[in-house]
């Protein structure tokens, strides 16, 4: 948890960057990538929170063993969900969201080690 939240402490001091962008990285701008984080982890907190361990089912997928091996995740390969593409952000919201967000990884610590959550780019390759 020390991690996740050292994270979001790093994100907060690039709020005030927001409107910056770099061409040759990326196509949006740091406030994008920002909310991106912020709803990704969110979401991820939701679906762990409303999983049933039941219907979890492990199954091989050579993708996951590589990202895990390599500790990276490959770029360009996959599309952002719908769900944490953002829409509309400015330095508040992103403020508010940073503060949401750190309430919630609070949460997992009253989550149950058994719950999980599928993630979506594993199921691309």
């Known amino acids: 948890m020390k991690k996740l939240q050292k994270y979001l402490a790093e994100l907060e001091t690039k709020i005030p960057n927001q409107e910056d962008y770099n061409p040759t990285i990326s196509k949006s701008n740091v406030g994008w990538h920002i909310e991106h984080s912020l709803l990704t982890i969110e979401r991820i907190i939701e679906a762990v929170q409303k999983s049933n361990p039941d ?60 719950k999980y959550f599928d993630h979506p780019f594993f199921f691309f390759f």
């Open 55 to 114: 219907n979890y089912k492990w199954s091989f997928k050579l993708s996951r063993i590589l990202i895990f091996t390599m500790n990276k995740m490959p770029r360009g390969r996959a599309k952002a969900p719908k769900v944490v593409v953002p829409n509309t952000y400015d330095e508040q919201t992103l403020l508010e969201h940073l503060k949401t967000v750190t309430l919630k990884i609070q949460e997992i610590e009253n989550i149950s080690p058994d």
